[in-house]
């Protein structure tokens, strides 16, 4: 839970003597507090030829209130913003040894459908990074290369992804890089995600590709929503809500106007009570291992029905394949995986989670790339993205999403618990030299379950700070 | 070029040291030599219910003539195994601390639809893992999860990934593990894919996933092929093959039957000349980064046209983004990138490449994962993970497959120039704790290259070691 050479490294002290040493010095993330700005500083944009987006990207700068400046490769921009009346400037590289300024860069890639046309990608990162500031945001939009029409666009949107990776894995000073591909006819259903990706509420996700889809079924009845309180009015189940990531998810709910029902198992009841009166939610206690369990959760939810389902419960139960008991074998699989596809089919089958709906599930960095001793949860985590890539088209109809996250190493108590060796190299072996905060999941999850989410279906996010650990 | 940390271990003082010390012990790994038989020892099979592809390993079992035994869960091999009159007998686990005799583990877990069946993967690795010799191999066979009726299917088959992924880590010893998903036909189409993967030709091959399609357009008029000389009458093009990686796989084809054309520039004429005098193959010398070279290197091949083409060519020219020339950026992007589309255009335009030909592009680890100081390199390579997502669907039609191999750490003349430290994490940061040869990389595209592999593309296959690095 305490990263004692974070806090080390960044003392007066502890600074020098890392620097003089060479050793990894992790930055201080700046997270989301409700007492502080979300959004300030200057935005650096930038774009290839033909940009598609720069008018998704002005209603984006108007709605934060971040005062924007152009690069030389996005000349299209000045006059576009003072078209819609948006303090702009153009970009000025700093000083050499001066620090950066900039809080984000952002690069609009979208008309980009050549490999002989990225060089104004090199130009603007060039250009810009060095004055990028600490814990700043790098965002580059392009089109889904699944989408596009030609074998040769294809070819130059799927390349973005080397870039925006190798640049979050130099940028360092907790800066975070991610890729947002855009469809076609989605260009108004892109704000919550890059709001989020500009936010310090993705301080822990670097390194990530995320699709917006044009989505035409969302409820024509479905309420309006104020970016502040953005889930208010919706009601949402986390499982193992009663301590660690589980209970940081329905905190992060509740913040942002959600009614949160935790539930956990029965011998968590304190705990969860504990942590359910503190938030003014509500608690249910159920063995989801139990076969009656999601009937019962279905009739407690009944009357109300609920907008948003976070499977956060599970279980390890580590040991070499050789030596792995099938009840450790099956009790994984059973409640990290099968009771989520239980409860989801009790849940959509009576109607309870409602048109417009949010389902997210927990999955990890262990279920994309496996992990030596935990054959029965990387495999219940594996299982878990093939839920989600299996159910997305199928409740596309009714414009429920349903997405996972998969969190890398995570600061909880059962982190803090490894041996040092295998705690130091988990957390310094990302981007963030760091591990990541309870916080940092639930934030990203608030972004997967927000209203203005619904084009963003089928997907894997990690939060691992952009872990070097993959498939 | 020389791991002398691999010999060491594995000298008998070195062996001690090591064991005593509890420093990483790689295997000396098998490779293929022809003058060894390919195939031997013994198999044992497991199964899940209802298994759909026992007739196909045993129609592999009687053609690589290894014996097999099998596990409890896969009853029905006896009867099979004694229909088809093969060799077979019981699984017996090896006594504790004997050392293991089996040559590989298969598991048939096709007919698993619902994740609370996941429970015989257990059975069979919790019984069988201890008795697998060094170097030797699992392979997990399951369907497409994107190609399953129900969406518990597709969960089921997609957990399979972190479990295969898991053992792959776990195993060690030299040990691969790899998951070949089989669709439904194609049953027929993957005797090429399942040899590779027993083979000593896979050995730095581990943590992979690949499909295998259905493949109704080989052409009818397709040439017969031996098992022990696949590419004989087959015309084949490798760009870069002066040296390093390129030789190696020019001389892997040659040695499968092909008649090589090697392609380098023309500062490389001479060391071409030798790499191709000794394998009786053809030089071309083109600078492909030239406008006119497509034209010229389809005009030199016009006459009787090419099967198969390596886009091995590539260069390196690192710097982080801040301090790289634009000449850098450009000049890596149009080498490793544009070139092999203006190629591909070329050959494909002309109908120089044939009918159920065979495109193969040298990717990289670099490109999945990004790289700090590579951003025009992982762009580039990036691309090239796009360009065969793009084209496969183009090139079915005529029967032509187009995949892409991602080498992780080769020991080449490249990576013997890196610093120590960075050379020595790179080789032991993976499932092998060693780097790959460039013959494991030329061996995986001569498997891609294979007449019988025409059920797989599309796809990009790690040389790795199943290394740690990944997105």
């Known amino acids: 839970m305490n990263d004692s050479y974070l806090n080390f490294v960044n003392s007066p002290f502890g600074g020098g003597l890392v620097r003089s040493l060479g050793l990894p010095k992790p930055e201080v993330l700046r997270r989301y507090r409700a007492d502080r700005p979300e959004f300030d500083g200057l935005i650096a944009i930038g774009a290839g030829r033909e940009p598609r987006l720069l008018d998704a990207l002005a209603s984006l700068v108007a709605s ?19 078209r819609r009346g948006l303090m702009t400037g153009r970009f000025e590289p700093a000083e050499a040894g001066s620090p950066g300024k900039l809080a984000a860069l952002l690069f609009d890639a979208s008309g980009i459908d050549d490999s002989s046309q990225l060089e104004p990608l090199h130009g603007f990162f060039h250009d810009t990074l060095r004055s990028l500031g600490k814990c700043g945001r790098i965002v580059v939009l392009g089109r889904p290369p699944e989408a596009c029409a030609s074998p040769r666009q294809w070819t130059a949107q799927r390349a973005l992804e ?6 979050g894995k130099e940028a360092r000073r907790g800066i975070t890089a991610n890729l947002v591909y855009i469809g076609q006819g989605a260009e108004g259903g892109a704000e919550a995600t890059l709001r989020f990706f500009l936010s310090p509420r993705s301080a822990y996700v670097s390194g990530q590709v995320v699709r917006i889809a044009a989505n035409g079924t969302i409820p024509h009845n479905a309420p309006a929503f104020d970016w502040r309180q953005p889930l208010a009015a919706r009601r949402a189940l986390v499982t193992g809500a009663a301590r660690g990531i589980g209970a940081a998810i ?54 109300l029905g609920v907008d948003i389902v976070v499977h956060n419960a599970g279980i390890t139960k580590d040991k070499t394949i050789a030596k792995m008991s099938d ?37 990890s960095i262990s279920g994309i790339a496996g992990n030596p001793g935990q054959t029965n949860y990387a495999t219940s985590k594996a299982g878990v993205i093939g839920r989600i890539e299996s159910m997305a088209p199928h409740l596309r109809a009714r414009g429920i999403t349903i997405n996972a996250v998969a969190p890398g190493f995570i600061e909880t108590q059962m982190t803090a618990m490894l041996p040092f060796a295998i705690r130091e190299a988990g957390r310094r072996m990302n981007s963030m030299s760091q591990g990541g905060q309870p916080v940092d999941v639930a934030q990203t999850i608030a972004w997967l379950a927000h209203p203005g989410s619904a084009g963003v279906t089928g997907q894997v996010v990690r939060v691992c700070g952009q872990s070097l650990i993959g498939a």
Chains 1, 2 share one sequence.
Do not use: C
């Not at 934060?64 to 003072?82: E, F, K, P, Q, R």
């Open 64 to 82: 934060v209130g971040m005062t924007s400046v152009a690069h030389d490769s996005a000349a299209l921009w000045v006059a576009l913003a003072n």
């Open 162 to 167: 080397g870039l925006v990776r190798s640049l």
């Open 250 to 303: 329905a905190s992060v709910l509740a913040a942002e106007g959600a009614q949160v029902i935790g539930l956990d198992v029965p011998s968590a009841r304190d705990a969860l009570a504990a942590t359910m009166r503190q938030l003014n939610s509500s608690a249910l206690t159920f063995d989801i291992a139990a076969p009656e369990a999601p009937a019962q959760i279905a009739a407690a939810l009944d009357e």
């Open 327 to 363: 009840a450790a074998w099956q009790g994984v699989i059973d409640i990290n995986l099968s009771a989520q596809e239980r409860i989801d089919d009790a849940l959509l089958a009576g109607g309870i989670l409602r048109d417009g709906g949010r389902i997210v599930a927990v999955s």
